[in-house]
């Protein structure tokens, strides 16, 4: 068994036992808000309230793109899915954070690999951003992804940037590392070039 093998499984096994709590906990929030009596309405202004509904919308949009993110596509790779349903699972989690995606594309379907990259992509740039980035996501097809990345100021992580320019040197992010064995099972070619502030990104699939 591989170590991205490996990674996916144990990973497909945590989000399943947590992602029906999360789910539940928000769903009981939400009950809450239907039948709480109009005389303690004030309640759900209350930022005590306010601050769990958040925290737990939060955990579940990391919980279903992190099940994206991780999954293991081996026997799929070449197998697409709506863009729609992959929105879905992704737009929550960008909600949550300085990032915003735009789809410059026609496309109705995303291949799998592309979904899983982009999805790795989107967590990675939370870290390579910090002040936030717009996501341009310029071209999708079957073998190649292109993507263009615009940091909201000149703030960038520079150390983090490096070690996605050079995938032979040794990294401690899990992240980086996960990236780095996705391109290298999937056999994803990755070319990666800085001007200014924006990155630009093209992923092509062997």
Do not use: C
């Not at 005590?48 to 279903?64: D, Y």
């Not at 709506?82 to 109705?108: A, C, M, P, Y």
């Not at 002040?131 to 079957?142: F, L, S, T, V, W």
């Amino acid at each position: 068994m591989s170590e991205l093998d490996l990674l996916s499984k144990l990973s497909r096994k945590i989000f399943h036992d947590l992602i029906n709590p999360a789910s539940a906990a928000l769903n009981g929030l939400e009950l809450f808000k239907l039948i709480i009596s109009d005389e303690k309405k004030s309640l759900l202004d209350d930022e005590a309230f306010l601050l769990i509904e958040k925290s737990a919308s939060k955990t579940l949009s990391q919980l279903k793109i992190y099940r994206i993110a991780y999954a293991d596509i081996t026997s799929e790779i070449y197998d697409s899915i709506k863009i729609e349903e992959f929105r879905k699972s992704t737009d929550d989690f960008i909600s949550h954070t300085k990032l915003h995606v735009n789809f410059n594309i026609e496309n109705e379907q995303i291949s799998k690999w592309s979904a899983v990259i982009l999805s790795n992509i989107y967590i990675l740039s939370v870290q390579l951003f910090p002040q936030g980035a717009g996501i341009h996501i310029k071209r999708i097809d079957e073998k190649q992804l292109l993507i263009e990345l615009e940091s909201n100021s000149e703030t960038l992580n520079f150390d983090l940037y490096e070690q996605l320019d050079d995938m032979s040197s040794r990294s401690d992010n899990a992240q980086v590392i996960f990236y780095e064995l996705l391109l290298k099972n999937y056999r994803i070619e990755q070319n990666l070039s800085k001007i200014n502030n924006k990155i630009y990104l093209e992923l092509t699939l062997d």
